[in-house]
C-alpha cells in the first residue's frame, strides 16, 4: 500500500517534470525573434494569406489556449512544419532520427554498464592496491576528458592513422552500419563509464565492509559467489539510479558525438535548426530529449523498488 | 600520508590555475603573432613570430591560446558569480520566505533539474540566436556590451540559468541543517533579524562548501562553454575559444594534427585543475566527505 502510495507520487512528479520542460520549451519559442506567420509567409505576402497562416498556426489566440492546443498536437506527434526547405512536418524528421540517437545512446549506456560495473568490483576487490590505483585514476581521467576532446582523438588514431574505421558517418555507407557506429559509442560511453566505475567502487568498498559479509566469509562462501550475489547485489542499487542521471550525459553528449561524427541523429539535428533557425525543429527535439530523460529516470525509480525489499519497506 | 598527497594535488591545481589567469591576462599582448587576422602562411613550431607554430590560415596558436582563457575563465567566473548571487537568494528565501514564497520558488528549481546537463541552454541559445547573431558584436548593444565578442553574452545568460539550481539546493539543505544550531538560535534569541542572521552566521559558515562546489561548477561551465563553442552556437569567430579551436582543427588534423593537440590539453588541464582544487577545497572545508 505504501509502495503503491510512493509510486504514485513519484508518477505525479514525473508527470509535473513533463508538464514543466512543455512549459519552458512553449514559451521558448515566443523569445525567438521575428514573427512565424511573417517568416512562413515571406515578405511579399499580402495581408490576406499572411491571417490565414497566422490562423492555422493558432497565433491569434490567447497563449493559454495555444499552450493547451501544442501540448495537445505534441502528445498525438504533431510538432508542426519545418520552417525551412521542403517544410517537411517536424514529426518526419523525429521519425527519421531519433532512432540513430537512442540506438548510440543505449548502446553506449550498456558499454558504460558493463564495463564501469566490472571495473568498479574489481577495483573495490582490491581496494588501495596497485589495480585498484590504476582503475580510479583511468575513471578520474574519464570523468574530466570532455567528448568532444577524446572524439578527434580517436578518429586521428583509429580511423586516420590505422586506417581501420571510417572517419565519419557517408551518405552512402561503404561498410556494414556497426563500424560508422564504433567510434560514436566509445566517445559517448567514456564519461557514464568513468562515472559508473567509480560509484560501483565507493559503494562496494561500503558493502564489503558490512557484518553480513564477514558473516558469508566466516561460514565459508566461495569468494566468487561472496563478491557477487552478497556484495554486488546489494552494492548495485545506487549505480542503478546513476544510470538514470547519467542518460542525460549521453542525450546532451549526442548533440556532440553526432555534429564530431556527422550522425544523422536528433542531436545533429537540432544544431542544424540551431544554424538556420528552424524554431519548431528546436522546440520538438528539446521536448523530445528531454521527455526521455524525464522518462527513463522515472523507470528507474519505479524499477529500484522492485529490486530492494529495503526501498518497498522504507517509503512512507 | 594520504592526507598529504591530496594537499599537493590541491596546490598543483592552484597553481595550474594561477599561471593560466596570468597567461589569460598578458598572452594576448606578449607573443607575437595575430589570433583573429586569417591568410598568413602557416608556421611550424619554433618560428621566430608564432613559438608553438600557427593554425593552416596563418594565426598563431599562443595569443589564441591565452584569448581562450580569457574567453573561458570569463565566462566561467561571470557564470559562477551570477549562478551564485541567483542560487544563494533562492535558497535562502527557500528556507525563510513566506510558503507562498518559498514553495513555488523550489518547485521551480526542482523543475529545472528535468532539463538534463546543458538541454537547457541550447534551447535558450537556439532560440534567440537569431537577434544576436544578426546584431553583429560591433553595431549592436552600445557600451560594455559592444565590447564583448560575439555570442558571449548570451552563452552567459544560458549557462547561468542552467547553473544556479544546483546552488540553490545545495543552499537551502546547508541553512536547513545549520539554522536549528546553537549559535543560530542564540542570535535569534537576541533579537537578531533574518538578514542579520543570515550575513553573519550562516552565509560565513557556507563559504568553504560553496567555494569548492563553485569550483567544481566552474569546470563544468568551462566545458560547457567549450562544448557550446565546438557546436559553434557559442563564441562566434574572429573570436577564439578553445572549443572552436579543437572544431578547427578538427578539418585538418590529417596534415596538422598538432593543431588539435594544443586547445584539446589546455581544455584537458584547466578541468582537471578545478577538479583537484574543488575536490581539495571540499576536504578542507568538511574532512568528514570522501
Redesign the interface.
Known amino acids: 500500500m505504501r509502495l503503491a502510495k510512493a509510486l504514485s507520487l513519484r508518477l505525479l512528479f514525473g508527470l509535473l517534470s513533463l508538464i514543466f520542460i512543455s512549459i519552458i520549451t512553449f514559451f521558448a519559442s515566443s523569445l525567438a525573434p521575428g514573427d512565424p506567420a511573417r517568416l512562413i509567409a515571406g515578405e511579399k505576402a499580402n495581408e490576406e494569406t499572411y491571417q490565414r497562416i497566422r490562423q492555422n498556426l493558432g497565433l491569434d489566440k490567447p497563449w493559454p489556449e495555444r499552450y493547451v492546443l501544442y501540448v495537445g498536437k505534441a502528445v498525438q506527434g504533431d510538432f508542426g512544419k519545418s520552417y525551412y526547405g521542403t517544410r517537411e512536418e517536424v514529426k518526419t524528421i523525429l521519425a527519421d532520427r531519433l532512432p540513430v540517437t537512442y540506438k548510440i545512446a543505449t548502446s553506449a549506456m550498456l558499454l558504460a554498464i558493463i564495463i564501469g560495473v566490472s571495473l568498479g568490483t574489481v577495483a573495490a576487490i582490491k581496494e588501495t592496491r596497485v589495480v585498484d590505483r590504476g582503475i580510479l585514476t583511468l575513471s578520474t581521467l574519464g570523468v574530466t576528458i570532455p567528448n568532444f576532446v577524446l572524439a578527434p582523438i580517436l578518429v586521428y588514431f583509429f580511423a586516420l592513422k590505422m586506417d581501420l574505421l571510417p572517419v565519419t558517418w557517408e551518405a552512402k555507407l561503404r561498410a556494414p552500419e556497426l563500424f560508422y557506429l564504433i567510434l560514436p559509442v566509445l566517445t559517448l560511453s567514456l564519461r557514464p563509464t568513468a562515472l559508473l566505475t567509480r560509484l560501483t567502487r565507493a559503494s562496494m568498498v561500503e558493502t564489503l565492509k558490512q557484518e553480513f559479509i564477514r558473516t558469508a566469509v566466516a561460514k565459508g562462501v566461495p569468494p566468487g559467489r561472496m563478491y557477487l550475489r552478497h556484495g554486488l547485489r546489494n552494492a548495485i542499487l545506487p549505480v542503478i539510479t546513476a544510470v538514470g542521471t547519467s542518460y542525460g550525459f549521453l542525450l546532451t553528449g549526442s548533440f556532440v558525438v553526432e555534429t564530431a561524427f556527422l550522425l544523422p541523429g536528433i542531436g545533429s539535428k537540432t544544431i542544424d535548426a540551431i544554424r538556420t533557425n528552424d524554431i519548431p525543429v528546436i522546440q520538438a527535439c528539446v521536448l523530445v530529449t528531454g521527455t526521455t530523460f524525464v522518462l527513463i529516470n522515472l523507470l528507474v525509480d519505479m524499477i529500484l523498488p522492485i529490486l530492494d525489499p529495503r526501498i518497498r519497506e522504507s517509503q512512507v | 600520508m594520504k592526507k598529504k598527497r591530496k594537499d599537493i594535488f590541491l596546490w598543483i591545481g592552484i597553481g595550474y590555475l594561477v599561471a593560466l589567469v596570468v597567461f589569460a591576462i598578458v598572452g594576448p599582448s606578449i607573443f607575437k603573432g595575430t589570433f583573429d587576422v586569417v591568410g598568413a602562411p602557416h608556421q611550424g613550431a619554433g618560428a621566430p613570430d608564432a613559438l608553438i607554430g600557427t593554425d593552416n590560415i596563418g594565426r598563431s596558436f599562443l595569443p589564441r591560446l591565452a584569448y581562450g582563457a580569457r574567453i573561458s575563465l570569463g565566462v566561467g567566473l561571470a557564470v559562477q558569480f551570477l549562478s551564485l548571487l541567483v542560487g544563494i537568494t533562492v535558497g535562502v528565501l527557500g528556507e525563510f520566505a513566506p510558503k507562498w514564497i518559498s514553495v513555488p520558488l523550489m518547485?521551480l528549481t526542482d523543475?529545472m533539474f528535468?532539463?538534463?546537463?546543458?538541454?537547457?541552454a541550447?534551447?535558450?541559445?537556439?532560440?534567440?540566436?537569431?537577434?544576436w547573431v544578426?546584431d553583429g558584436g560591433s553595431s549592436g548593444g552600445g557600451g560594455l556590451l559592444a565590447v564583448l565578442p560575439d555570442g558571449l553574452l548570451p552563452v552567459i545568460v544560458a549557462l547561468s540559468i542552467t547553473a544556479w539550481p544546483t546552488i540553490a539546493r545545495l543552499t537551502k539543505t546547508q541553512i536547513a541543517s545549520l539554522k536549528d544550531r546553537e549559535f543560530v538560535v542564540a542570535a535569534r534569541a537576541s533579537g537578531a533579524s533574518v538578514p542579520y542572521i543570515v550575513i553573519k552566521h550562516l552565509l560565513p559558515q557556507m563559504t568553504g562548501v560553496l567555494l569548492a562546489v563553485s569550483m567544481i561548477d566552474l569546470?563544468g561551465t568551462i566545458?560547457a562553454e567549450?562544448?557550446l563553442s565546438?557546436?559553434?552556437?557559442g563564441v562566434q569567430p574572429p573570436s577564439p575559444s578553445w572549443?572552436s579551436m579543437?572544431?578547427d582543427?578538427?578539418s585538418n588534423?590529417?596534415s596538422y594534427?598538432i593543431e588539435?593537440l594544443w586547445p584539446?590539453l589546455i581544455?584537458?588541464l584547466t578541468?582537471?585543475a578545478l577538479?583537484f582544487v574543488g575536490d581539495g577545497l571540499r576536504n578542507l572545508a568538511d574532512p568528514k566527505s570522501?
Open positions: 518547485r523543475g528535468a532539463f538534463p546537463d546543458i538541454l537547457l541550447i534551447l535558450l541559445i537556439g532560440v534567440t540566436r537569431q537577434s544578426a569546470a566545458l567549450s562544448t565546438f557546436l559553434g552556437i572549443g579543437i572544431n582543427a578538427r588534423m590529417n594534427p588539435l584539446c581544455l584537458s578541468i582537471f577538479n570522501k
